[in-house]
């Protein structure tokens, strides 16, 4: 069941049919360098991570990271939504996709969709994200969604800081 439908893509609910997709990108090289190592090695630990991460927030929170994908071809592109870790000071938006699907325009889109749905659906009026200080690529898509740098913070367990975007949604995102 789709969540959000744009122009181009579909965003869904994981579920554990989708582990073979989710280890993928979990162990991309550009996702361990600007995201992180999530530990995750086999369709196992994978179908796990779902049940344990995406579905357990979708439950809680009603929302969640969504598998992105292509209209046209059904393909699985990336992972894109919501997330509430509880350590920033609100609801962020996230997003990672596989190689051939990057330079595409796709993440800035599902993002932004992403982000009217925070607005329209939740009623909240400020978004955050985060990104890697030297991930220049992911923080023009955030700019683009008319996301200000805020400040560098650094996250509990984490040994280096990452920057801190926010944006008033009721202006727009």
């Known amino acids: 069941m789709n969540v959000i439908e744009t122009e181009r893509l579909n965003l869904r609910e994981m579920s554990e ?6 280890l993928e990108v979990l162990n991309d090289p550009g996702f361990v360098r600007f995201v992180g190592d ?3 090695r086999t369709m196992e630990d994978a179908a796990r ?5 995406f579905v357990r927030s979708y439950r809680q929170n009603g ?8 209209k ?4 699985p592109a990336g992972i894109c939504g919501l997330l509430n870790r509880g350590t920033l000071p609100g609801v962020e938006v996230g997003y990672a996709f596989l190689p051939p699907f990057r330079g595409k325009g796709y ?3 599902a993002a932004a969709a992403s982000a009217d749905y925070a607005r329209d659906v939740l009623g909240l009026a400020r ?3 985060i990104t890697n200080p030297d991930n220049t690529i992911s923080m023009r898509v955030l700019e683009k969604l008319g996301m200000r740098f805020d400040r560098a913070v650094r996250l509990p367990g984490e040994e280096s800081e990452v920057n801190l975007f926010s944006a008033d ?3 727009g995102a």
Do not use: S
């Open 17 to 22: 049919a989708d582990a073979a997709f989710v």
């Open 38 to 40: 999530r530990g995750v």
């Open 49 to 53: 991570y779902i049940g344990e991460r």
């Open 63 to 70: 929302f969640g990271l969504w598998l992105v994908e292509t």
């Open 72 to 75: 046209d071809g059904k393909a």
């Open 107 to 109: 993440a800035f889109e």
């Open 127 to 129: 978004l955050y994200a």
């Open 169 to 171: 949604l009721r202006a």
